[in-house]
């Protein structure tokens, strides 16, 4: 981890579009993040967009504003996720989930720098970097919002994130080559939390902090749990060891908890390793 913090460091200071790579909950977001807080956009906003969690339909608007009547409930202008950034840095993450019709538009921008409001016509600047998965220096872009006529600048920083393996979906048609090339300028891989086992206790004790707030003292892990931390593979991530910190937070707050204190049904099982309730 060491040396994706020393790039991300390097990465920051540029303006180019950056694609994370890594596992579903090994903390691309907090990498997105980290690059947009040692930037020179830093002051600026830092706007998240999960590709795959919003309808292909709605992603148009979300991502690029409309106008008053440009379809049904349109009742007034909207900005998209792309003016929402300007000045400022724009996460798609999961870009791997986005529909071939919408990467050609996502590609229009970073080729063209225009963007056009659904329902109007006309551009408009903005300036945006793109942290999800490009190369491309976005600070002339522009946006065409849904229903409009006329292109919008912007000035944004795209990073990327997916999970998906780009050159596979490339090779089966399913993504475009020319938005994967787009896209690829500064690849990082965010390895999984079983391939930095050291991290972990350094990661529990700054998740039991965030839990804590400034209410009560952070939740502590007796040296039994400890072992089983790094012990654990943790399938599910950085995702999966927050839940369990937050999990420790609430149930014994301020505490020192050992494996001892936990029931089975509340964490996963690792060789070697069992709860009071297990031994039962």
């Not at 000045?87 to 919408?102: H, K």
């Not at 004790?205 to 892990?221: S, T």
Request: charged residues 25%; hydrophobic residues 45%.
């Amino acid at each position: 981890m060491r040396a994706l913090r020393a790039l991300v460091k390097r990465v920051a200071a540029s303006d180019s579009t950056v694609l994370i790579l890594g596992e579903s909950g090994t903390g691309k977001e907090l990498v997105a993040q980290a690059i947009h807080r040692l930037s020179a956009r830093a002051r600026q906003n830092f706007v998240p967009v999960n590709c795959g969690a919003i309808p292909a339909e709605l992603l148009e608007s979300e991502l690029f504003g409309h106008t008053k009547g440009a379809f049904t409930g349109a009742v007034s202008d909207r900005r998209g996720r792309f003016e929402m950034a300007d000045a400022g840095t724009l996460f798609l993450d999961e870009i791997g989930d986005m529909r071939l019709e919408m990467q050609v538009k996502l590609l229009r921008v970073l080729q063209e720098r225009t963007i056009d409001r659904v329902g109007d016509d006309h551009a408009r600047k903005v300036n945006v970097r793109v942290v999800a998965a490009t190369h491309r220096h976005l600070e002339d872009a522009t946006i065409d919002r849904v229903g409009d006529d006329h292109a919008r600048k912007v000035n944004v920083r795209v990073v990327a994130a997916t999970h998906r393996h780009l050159e596979d979906a490339v090779s089966a048609g399913s993504f475009r080559a020319d938005l994967f090339y787009r896209l690829n300028v500064v690849p990082l891989h965010v390895p999984a939390l079983r391939e930095r086992g050291d991290d972990v206790p350094v990661l529990f004790e700054h998740f039991a902090r965030q839990c804590a707030g400034d209410a009560q003292k952070p939740v502590r892990a007796a040296p039994d749990l400890q072992r089983w931390l790094c012990a654990h593979t943790w399938p599910g991530n950085v995702r999966e060891l927050l839940n369990f910190v937050e999990r420790l937070t609430v149930l014994w707050p301020g505490a020192e908890v050992s494996i001892a204190d936990i029931p089975a049904a509340m964490m996963p099982r690792v060789a070697g390793y069992e709860s009071s309730a297990a031994a039962e």
